[in-house]
């Protein structure tokens, strides 16, 4: 099984939702090998349909405390630009691709997602160029997202404050 | 005019009094941080740097804004996570600023929860301020550096810049950033404006 997980966060994103369960969208994500989907399409006006077939599946749900089984179960994520899914995603390792609200294009929040593109790290695209993107992205040229500096900081600290 | 002289006295000798007594406390070994929590993803990256101190000298106090149960929530099991078992103490001050509300009324907004924070510097009398970016830090560190004027706590403010900020810092920021005893960054852009802040060479959180 290939599966795809996408995540709107705690927003919603009907487009996205929209676009992705659109017909040439499941079949785009079908030529690419996956046939699982699930959607966590948060306080959207756009509810998925469960579709279940012998070689597709296709599952919605609001929210869930934790995605993080979500995600570690995916092959695939395709989030909204949100830092904090970006981040969760790369940290986990797994390939990610962001889809912009153009809507929110302006957003400082959209920043983080545009730099990580620029690094590498994620693909980056909007609804209207989702289809082109699923056919033509190369997931295997991603770069992992280098792990947090956590420890230095703690250790700036730590001597500053001798703890 | 006696009466001022009586009052000034008073003040003077609550002051040194103070003084005696963050002596005193700062023997015992464990130093006091307070880390101001704001809207959900500031509280995870908040949490993901209280973590990677240790837990075992610090007592810790949380201020929280008063319209976020997510961040309670997300303290609460920090802290039942951790192997110390220690007590920590949570304060719950009103916003300072919502989204999307105007620059103007953010004003007025700060000075009202200003007030809320001088008990809360009172009690926590903190060592360290941990902040990253919450528009909630800004009247807790002004009420710190008051009373830190006083010499009523040690009151260093320790600033990490989120990581969505890339090339431009936060309206908190710009303000912590020359009151800042540290102040950390996480892409280097930052940099060539604000030459006193560290960065580490990637991400912090």
Same mark, same amino acid.
């Given at each position: 099984?290939?599966? *795809? ?42 509810? *998925? ?46 390939? +990610? ?32 160029? +989702? ?13 992992? +997202? ?16 001798? +703890? | ?33 307070? &880390? ?19 837990? &075992? ?5 949380? &201020? ?35 989204? &999307? ?105």
């Amino acid at each position: 099984v290939m599966s *795809v997980f996408v995540t709107v966060g705690t927003t919603s994103f009907d487009e996205l939702v929209e676009t992705i369960t659109s017909r040439p969208l499941q079949k785009a994500l079908q030529r690419r090998g996956y046939n699982k989907v699930t959607i966590q399409y948060g306080r959207g006006n756009y509810e *998925v349909k469960d579709v279940s077939s012998a070689d597709y599946s296709v599952q919605g749900f609001r929210y869930k405390d934790s995605i993080a089984g979500d995600i570690a179960n995916a092959d695939l994520v395709i989030s909204h630009a949100g830092a904090g899914s970006c981040l969760e995603v790369l940290g986990a390792g797994k390939a +990610l691709l962001v889809v912009v609200n153009e809507k929110l294009m302006d957003n400082h929040q959209i920043e983080l997602a545009k730099q990580l593109y620029n690094d590498g790290h994620l693909v980056f695209c909007t609804c209207s160029t +989702l289809l082109e993107t699923l056919d033509s992205m190369n997931l295997t040229s991603l770069v992992k +997202l280098p792990e947090p500096k956590t420890e230095e900081f703690a250790q700036h600290i730590i001597s500053h404050f001798a +703890l | 005019m006696e009466y001022w002289l009586w009052v000034l006295l008073l003040i003077i000798f609550v002051l040194v009094f103070m003084r005696l007594k963050l002596k005193s406390n700062t023997k015992q070994g464990k130093k006091r941080i307070l &880390a101001i929590a704001g809207s959900g993803g500031h509280t995870t990256e908040l949490i993901r740097l209280l973590s990677s101190l240790p837990s &075992a000298t610090l007592e810790r106090h949380y &201020a929280v804004a008063d319209t976020d149960r997510m961040s309670i929530k997300k303290i609460t099991e920090f802290e039942s996570k951790l192997s110390s078992k220690s007590k920590y103490f949570t304060y719950v001050i009103p916003r300072s600023r919502e989204v &999307a509300q105007s620059w103007l009324s953010t004003v007025f907004t700060t000075l009202f929860s200003f007030v809320y924070c001088i008990p809360v510097i009172l009690k926590s009398k903190p060592d360290i301020l941990l902040c990253n970016g919450p528009g909630t830090c800004i009247p807790i560190c002004i009420a710190a550096l008051i009373f830190k004027f006083l010499g009523f706590c040690r009151g260093e403010i320790i600033f990490v810049e989120s990581i969505c900020r890339v090339t431009s810092m936060s309206m908190s920021g710009k303000i912590i950033y020359p009151f800042s005893t540290k102040f950390f960054i996480q892409w280097p852009h930052l940099l060539t404006s604000y030459p006193k802040a560290i960065y580490l060479g990637g991400r912090i959180c």
